[in-house]
C-alpha cells in the first residue's frame, strides 16, 4: 500500500496537468469572451524611429479604435539622409506594418498620417526638417479638421520629430488619431452614403424630403381639395339662393283674389 501512494499521486498530478493543457488549447468556455484584444497577425519587422514591441502596441491601439468606430487608422514614415539612405515605416490597424488603409475593411473611412524625416550632412548649408500631412477619407470630417484638431492637442510638432525622442512624438501622434472622431459624422452615416436600395416599400430616395411626401400622398391631397372645393361651393350657391327668395315678414297676409260685391256689405 506504501507503494501504491506515489503513483497514485503521480497519476492524480498528470491527470491535472492534462486538464489544465486541454482547457488551455480549448480557450474560454461557451458563453464567455476572452478580454484581451486580438493582437495583428504579422509579426513587426525593424523600423526606421520606432521600434517593434512599440509598433506592436501602436497597432492594437488602433485595431481597438476601427472596432469602435469603423474608421481605419495609422502612418507612414519615410527617412531621407545622405547618411541614411531611404528607410520607412508603416503601422496601422491592420498590423505593426501594414499600410493604413490597406488589407482591413474601412467602412467609414480612413484617418492616416504621412510623415516625411529629411537630414542632410554636416557639410550641408541646409537643415534637418520635417513634413507631416494627414489624410482623412471620413465623410464630415476633412482632413483641415483632422489637422487643426492635432495642432490643438499639440502633437503636430516638427521639432519633436528631429530630436532624441523621436520615437516618443510619433507614438503619441499615431495613438491620438482616433481622438480626431469628437463631434464628427463617421459614428453614423451621412445622407449622401445613403444608397436608393435602402428606400423602403421599393421608393426611390431624391434627397428632399417635402417633395418624396407630396408623391407619396398626391392623390389623397386631390380628392380632399376636390370635396373641399365642392363644399365652398354648395355653402356659396345656398347662401345666394336665400337671399334672392328672401324671408317672409311675421303678421303679413297675401291680399284677398275676390273682392266683396255691394250686396255683401253691411246695410246701414
Known amino acids: 500500500m506504501s507503494r501504491a501512494l506515489p503513483l497514485l499521486r503521480r497519476l492524480g498530478a498528470a491527470a491535472a496537468c492534462a486538464c ?69 515605416e508603416q503601422v496601422s490597424n491592420g498590423g505593426p506594418d501594414a499600410e493604413p488603409g490597406a488589407g482591413a475593411s474601412c467602412p467609414k473611412g480612413t484617418v492616416a498620417a504621412r510623415i516625411t524625416l529629411i537630414y542632410t550632412s554636416e557639410s550641408s548649408e541646409s537643415e534637418d526638417s520635417a513634413r507631416i500631412s494627414i489624410e482623412s477619407s471620413v465623410p464630415g470630417l476633412p482632413s483641415s479638421v483632422v489637422q487643426q484638431r492635432l495642432k490643438d492637442l499639440e502633437l503636430l510638432d516638427e521639432g519633436a520629430l528631429l530630436g532624441d525622442q523621436d520615437d516618443v512624438a510619433v507614438r503619441n501622434l499615431a495613438v491620438a488619431l482616433p481622438l480626431t472622431l469628437d463631434d464628427a459624422v463617421p459614428a453614423e452615416e451621412s445622407p449622401e452614403t445613403v444608397t436608393a436600395a435602402a428606400a423602403p416599400n421599393g421608393d426611390r430616395l431624391t434627397g428632399s424630403p417635402g417633395d418624396d411626401w407630396m408623391r407619396a400622398h398626391l392623390v389623397t391631397v386631390l380628392v380632399g381639395a376636390v370635396l373641399l372645393i365642392g363644399a365652398l361651393i354648395a355653402i356659396v350657391v345656398g347662401w345666394f339662393g336665400r337671399r334672392a327668395t328672401g324671408p317672409r315678414r311675421p303678421g303679413r297676409s297675401d291680399p284677398p283674389s275676390t273682392f266683396p260685391s255691394s250686396s255683401d256689405s253691411p246695410s246701414t
Open 20 to 88: 489544465a493543457l486541454s482547457v488551455a488549447v480549448a480557450g474560454p468556455a461557451a458563453g464567455q469572451t476572452s478580454t484581451a484584444p486580438a493582437a495583428p497577425a504579422t509579426a513587426a519587422g525593424p523600423g526606421a524611429v520606432v521600434d517593434g514591441a512599440d509598433r506592436t502596441e501602436i497597432a492594437q491601439s488602433l485595431a481597438e479604435a476601427t472596432a469602435d468606430t469603423g474608421v481605419c487608422f495609422g502612418y507612414s514614415l519615410r527617412v531621407l539622409g545622405a547618411a541614411f539612405g531611404t528607410t520607412a
